[in-house]
């Protein structure tokens, strides 16, 4: 959740090839850089326009990636709200957290084939028994040694 609020639009960038990614800074500082897709970055365009703000890629913009009403960087708080209420529109009724976006994330990208190494990097894991879980988590039941048994219980 830190992450996203102090995420500047400086922290945006294309690579040789035109590949958008993202500056992520971590837990003590520790920088990577996460792909963006090209969906996410319309809705970020959009949302800068609607703010006013130049969507051109700028090292010297340190402007909030994802801000307030006022356009000020969100607070955790903030964040917070965010959450409930897009769950509440979406109609979920179960607790979530900001943190819970991140299971998601790790879970999904499992889903759709990510590899554990791939899911590490992207998520800034220390440990790759970290991402491993995602994998397991992804895989759950349908992937369960249970399935292998050679005769079925009458």
């Known amino acids: 959740m830190a992450e996203l609020a102090g995420a500047q639009w400086r922290h945006l960038l294309r690579d040789p090839r035109g590949d958008?990614?993202?500056?992520?800074?971590?837990?003590?500082?520790?920088?990577?850089v996460v792909a963006i897709r090209e969906d996410l970055w319309r809705v970020l365009a959009a949302e800068r326009e609607r703010r006013g703000l130049s969507t051109v890629l700028s090292a010297r913009d340190t402007s909030s990636l994802v801000g307030g009403r006022e356009g000020t960087a969100p607070t955790t708080m903030t964040i917070w709200r965010w959450m409930r209420a897009s769950a509440w529109a979406a109609g979920i009724d179960k607790p979530l957290s900001p943190h819970w976006l991140r299971h998601t994330f790790g879970t999904l990208t499992a889903l759709g084939g990510a590899n554990v190494f791939q899911i590490q990097e992207a998520m800034g894991h220390a440990q790759i028994t970290t991402s491993q879980r995602y994998v397991h988590w992804a895989r759950g039941l349908a992937d369960s040694a249970v399935h292998k048994l050679p005769i079925e219980i009458a």
């Open 20 to 32: 958008l990614g993202l500056l992520v800074v971590g837990r003590g500082g520790k920088e990577r």
